[in-house]
């Protein structure tokens, strides 16, 4: 267990979750790609309090943050979602593709 | 340390008092029914036990055994494992400093294992079932979190221990009445029993459970039994005062207080009609969380003082 | 011990991370998910992180069991019964991510991180409590207020019905 190797944890699942966040056309599958790279995050925090400053709290503070961005995420996200449906029949990232600004 | 001879004993009495429990239900559906010598009826759970043994098994279209198999064994599991934190009469298997919010987790953990189960068949009545459960856990839970730390903000700790030794005098129970009543509307809520099974209820064929056979139907049953007990032994350290009593000892005192809440959940399963879930969704959010609220602000005052 | 939980740990997570994207049946990727998230917070765990770790566990469950409800109702496909396949770009996502996961891991690997600077509290729970009701108030407040808000924004957002119009009128 050290430093290095939580890292490298932590950029493995930020990458599936990149992965996943642009090859998903589901917009539920998205979201799942967004969590897994608020995990990588997590983990992170975590490993950064554990290994370079447990003194203090911040690290901690980070993941806090993290975990409830997560929450308020996929809360957002399945509004957003709910909205579009209602509006026009449509669950994949494909169709809301006029809302780019 | 964890001395050795918890870690026997846990799951020895969470087995026993499963059992007892079943037992005990059994006995009291055969004397609500009017049936004859209702004390007889004891041995009915093992007899369903070793009927769901040996039973042809069963098989719906297209099911998904891997998650309905990862649910019905959750089930157990979580029970087991919301245990370890509460204090057998006064060590706990794991007397960890977060045993509330471990013990909280666990019991979410059901939330999976009941959804799991009913979406896995591939069956529209267990498919109900499993929503059901979620809307309730969406109901009863926030309450149950608000009941959970009233008791640590009055104990000034989240060790469960701690919280047990916090009530040294006066009980939990007795100054947080609010708290109390919404844990024990949580705990059957939580064992989906009695008022609160709409899950597995009769006008969806038993919903969740419905397609669960042989073994995997035991493991069910015996996983509710079990959260009903480890429900109503956390309700003791909670709530109780944990081991505390005169002249007889802390394990003694701890099972007795156990056996007296679990008596009164079972008792309930038979004397409530199950309630509709939006129905009770509508009143844990509009009565029960802001009950619990205040009890909270309550508690807070005094503890502040 | 410490060492092998660690390896079990983080390989299950991120290969139950990459079995979201794999497998057919949307149930079994959000409990893939779910498993990836249990595993982070068996991490925490250990960390140390006793508080953090059992919240991590609580939550997810939580918010995948939610999830799960929005992804039956939004997939056209959810048990995975007729396999198909939803992805765009597939070749450049699969690029890019290789790419920054190269990116990260020479960054990780070529840093000098400092060596550690204090040693853990006796109570990180504790710790953690003082900072945010301490000197990181702002933080919970700021967390405070964006919960409000995505209370009330996913509510309007998603509800077709006004204040007093009743779903089931008595």
Not at chain 2, 87 to 106: C, E, H, I, K, Q
Request: hydrophobic share 60%; net charge negative.
């Amino acid at each position: 267990m050290t430093l290095d190797a939580f890292l490298l944890l932590a950029a493995a699942l930020f990458s599936v979750g990149l992965y996943g966040a642009l090859s998903q056309q589901s917009i539920v599958m998205l979201m799942m790609g967004l969590e897994l790279m608020v995990n990588g995050i997590v983990v992170a925090g975590g490993a950064f309090w554990y290994y370079i400053a447990p003194g203090a709290a911040d690290g901690q503070v980070l993941v806090l943050v993290a975990v409830t961005v997560m929450a308020l995420e996929m809360a957002m996200g399945f509004a957003v979602v709910t909205a579009l449906f209602r509006a026009r029949d449509a669950d994949l990232t494909d169709d809301a593709e006029d809302l780019r600004g | 340390m964890t001395p050795v001879w918890t870690v026997v004993a846990l799951p020895v009495a969470l087995g026993v008092l499963t059992l007892l429990a079943a037992s005990g239900n059994a006995v009291l559906g055969a004397a609500a029914s009017g049936a004859p010598a209702p004390l007889r009826h004891w041995d009915d759970p093992l007899r369903a036990a070793a009927r769901a043994l040996v039973q042809q098994r069963r098989r719906t279209f297209a099911a998904d055994r891997l998650l309905s198999r990862v649910g019905v064994v959750t089930l157990p599991v979580a029970a087991l494992l919301a245990a370890v934190v509460l204090p057998l009469g006064t060590r706990a298997v794991a007397d960890w400093s977060v045993g509330v919010v471990w013990f909280n987790a666990m019991e979410v953990a059901t939330w999976a294992a009941v959804w799991l189960t009913g979406w896995g068949p591939n069956s529209a009545y267990a498919l109900v079932g499993g929503y059901r459960y979620l809307a309730q856990g969406l109901a009863y839970e926030l309450p149950h979190m608000f009941a959970l730390i009233t008791v640590a903000l009055g104990a000034g700790s989240l060790n469960v221990t701690r919280v047990a030794d916090a009530q040294d005098g006066l009980w939990f129970g007795v100054w947080m009445p609010v708290a109390f009543a919404v844990y024990l509307v949580s705990a059957l809520a939580m064992a989906f029993w009695g008022p609160l099974a709409h899950p597995v209820a009769d006008d969806v064929a038993s919903g969740a459970a419905v397609e669960l056979d042989g073994p995997d139907r035991l493991v069910f049953a015996v996983g509710r039994y079990a959260l009903l007990v480890v429900a109503a032994a956390a309700a003791v350290p909670f709530f109780l005062g944990g081991g505390a009593g005169p002249w007889l000892p802390a394990p003694v005192w701890t099972l007795v207080k156990t056996l007296v809440v679990l008596g009164a959940l079972l008792w309930a399963g038979h004397r409530l009609p199950v309630l509709r879930m939006d129905r009770f969704l509508e009143f844990a959010w509009i009565v029960l969380i802001p009950a619990s609220l205040l009890q909270m602000l309550v508690v807070a005052l005094v503890v502040l003082d | 011990m410490q060492v092998a939980a660690f390896w079990a740990l983080a390989v299950t997570a991120v290969a139950s991370g990459v079995a979201v994207f794999r497998v057919d049946s949307m149930a079994r990727a959000t409990f893939a998910l779910l498993a990836s998230f249990l595993c982070v917070g068996g991490l925490l765990l250990l960390l140390d992180l006793h508080y953090l770790g059992a919240l991590v566990v609580l939550m997810m469950i939580m918010e995948m069991l939610v999830m799960a409800v929005f992804m039956v109702m939004y997939m056209m496909n959810p048990a995975g019964l007729m396999p198909m396949t939803m992805i765009h770009n597939g070749r450049w996502a699969l690029g890019i991510s290789v790419a920054v996961f190269a990116a990260l891991a020479a960054g990780i690997v070529l840093t000098p991180w400092p060596p550690r600077r204090g040693a853990p509290p006796d109570d990180p729970t504790y710790a953690l409590g003082e900072a945010i009701m301490g000197p990181k108030m702002l933080v919970m407040m700021g967390i405070g207020l964006a919960i409000l808000a995505t209370m009330i924004g996913s509510v309007v957002l998603s509800t077709d019905r006004g204040r007093y119009d009743r779903e089931d009128p008595r």
